[in-house]
Structure formats: C-alpha cells, structure tokens
C-alpha cells in the first residue's frame, strides 16, 4: 500500500476490516441465512460472483487514502453496496415472484438519479412498472450533503430511509432528514495519533 507512513498502519487495519465485512457477507449467502433465504443455487452463483467483483476492485486499490476517505464505516458500507446492485435486486424481485403473498406489497425499487441546478433527484418506483405507475422522487441539494458529510453513494439509502417512514410521490430532504441519518451511523473509532519518537533518537 502506498501514502505517507502516517497513514499507512490505519489504513491497513480499515482493509482488513473491509475484507473481514466481505468474508461475513459471503458466508451469509452460502448458509442462506437473513434476507439471502430462498435463494436458487444460480442465484447464489450469480451474487457470490456480484460480491466477488466488487471485492477485487475495492482491495487492489493500493493508496491508502482511499480506505481513510471511503471506508471507514466497512460493515454496514459493505452490505449497502451490494444490495444497491441492480444484479442483486434483480435476485430479489424474482424470489419474490416465486413465493407470492397475498397480502404483499411490492417492493419500492431505486431506479436511478438526475442532477439539476445543485439538486441531486434520487427516483424510486414499483416494479412492473408502467404509464399508471407512480415514480418517487427524493429531492437532496448537494449542499446539504457536503454540509453534513454524507457522500453521494449513501444518498440512496438516506432516500430509502425517509420513505420507509411515510411516502409521498415527492418529498425535499431537510437538515433534520440528514441530521436523522448521521445519528444511525455507527461512531468512528479515534484514530490514534503517530507514535512520536524518543527525545534521544531525535537528538541523535
């Protein structure tokens, strides 16, 4: 791994813990447990191999400010990143025709996004869709998530929280949408400061 030899020790910890989340989340897959029940031998080939993809591309990133920027938060990022592929709700969607329920809901699904003018609209809809079905938008002005640290990759799933709790087929995120899910973040670890050298070696 290459920076500077301050950061080199933190980052290397934050890649391990980063291929430790990928290691759970495999092992998750395989025994069928959680929200991976169900699943058709294929389409536990084909997520094992979404979850393999996107863990070679993260760990041969060799700069170590990478880590420090992008993951410090590696467990809960992990899963995120995983359920945003649209291979993976694909997956979803067709367990869900397998085992219909009566009383289900289909599920609201994350179709994309568009910027104007400083306001990133992240969509959301049903599946199947068609000219009577509705499409959700989450509107977030860019501001507002540089103001409160939130990246552009976490806007879908600050999106997806808000709905989950009232939806409307357009809502604006406020300080307090943003406030709401900086407070479910797990709390970073202190990052130890650089070990200073002994008086005596400086005088040497």
Request: proline fraction near 1%; glycine fraction near 4%.
């Given at each position: 791994m290459t920076g500077p030899a301050t950061?080199?020790?933190?980052?290397?910890?934050?890649?391990?813990?980063?291929?430790?989340?990928?290691?759970?989340?495999?092992?998750a897959i395989l025994a069928g447990t959680s929200r991976y029940k169900s699943l058709e031998p294929a389409e536990v080939t084909s997520l094992l191999?979404?979850?393999?993809e996107h863990r070679n591309k993260?760990?041969?990133?060799?700069?170590a400010s990478y880590f420090l920027d992008h993951w410090q938060e590696p467990v809960d990022r992990v899963q995120r990143l995983i359920h945003a592929d649209l291979r993976w709700q694909t997956i979803v969607e067709s367990r869900a025709a397998r085992h219909p329920r009566a009383d289900a809901v289909v599920p609201v699904r994350y179709m994309g996004f568009d910027d104007a003018k400083g306001v990133r609209n992240f969509r959301f809809g049903r599946l199947p869709s068609g000219a009577s079905t509705p499409v959700y938008t989450v509107q977030?002005?860019?501001?507002?998530?540089?103001?409160?640290?939130i990246s552009f990759?976490?806007?879908?799933?600050?999106?997806?929280?808000?709905?989950?709790?009232?939806?409307?087929?357009?809502?604006?995120?406020?300080?307090?949408?943003?406030?709401?899910?900086?407070?479910?973040r797990p709390v970073r670890p202190e990052r130890k400061a650089p070990r200073k050298k002994a008086a005596a070696e400086d005088s040497v």
């Open positions: 950061q080199l020790l933190w980052a290397d910890q934050i890649r391990q813990q980063v291929e430790i989340s990928f290691d759970r989340l495999t092992s191999s979404v979850v393999s993260i760990l041969s990133v060799t700069e977030v002005a860019v501001q507002l998530l540089l103001k409160h640290g990759q976490d806007g879908p799933s600050m999106c997806s929280a808000i709905m989950a709790n009232g939806m409307a087929e357009s809502h604006q995120v406020t300080d307090e949408d943003c406030l709401a899910f900086v407070a479910l």
